[in-house]
């Protein structure tokens, strides 16, 4: 498939729709979501469409903020190795807080109440890292300031 940058691409048109996102639980949201659809009328006559599309025009789609996640791709592909410590970096975290919450489920239910608990063992995690860079006085004296 041959990828057009956003500025080369003819004018078409605009729908509005929504989108089912798949929630990790596996309960689907359906998320607001503005979609472009362009197509050229030099498709029947190009050379390269028989590489492009077997349709009669070659219609693509892209989200409104498409723009976004392709910029983010180009920085990730001129600097491969930021992901990967991004990725280590999290991990540790996510390594520690699994491992402190157990391997049983979450205590509470509901999304405010699991939220509730997350945000007390990632603040027992801040504080914990806090203490071993800056030392118990350290953080007193930072949380008074």
Known sequence: MIRLPRSSLPT???RAGLLLQTLPSGVG?????????YWASACPRCP???RCTTASYRRITRWEHEDVL??????????????VVRKQTVEHVFGTLKSW????????KTLP?????????VLAYNMKR???IMGAQGMVRAIAA
């Not at 949201?29 to 659809?37: N, Q, S």
């Not at 791709?73 to 992901?83: H, I, K, T």
């Not at 919450?101 to 509470?108: D, K, M, S, W």
């Open 70 to 83: 392709e910029r983010m791709q180009m920085l990730l592909d001129a600097r491969p190795q930021a992901a």
């Open 130 to 132: 806090m203490i071993k």
């Open 48 to 50: 390269m469409r028989a």
């Open 29 to 37: 949201r359906a998320a607001r979501v503005t979609l472009h659809k």
């Open 12 to 14: 078409g048109m605009v």
């Open 101 to 108: 919450l157990g391997t049983t489920p979450l205590l509470t």
């Open 113 to 121: 109440k699991v939220r509730t608990e997350i945000s007390l063992a």
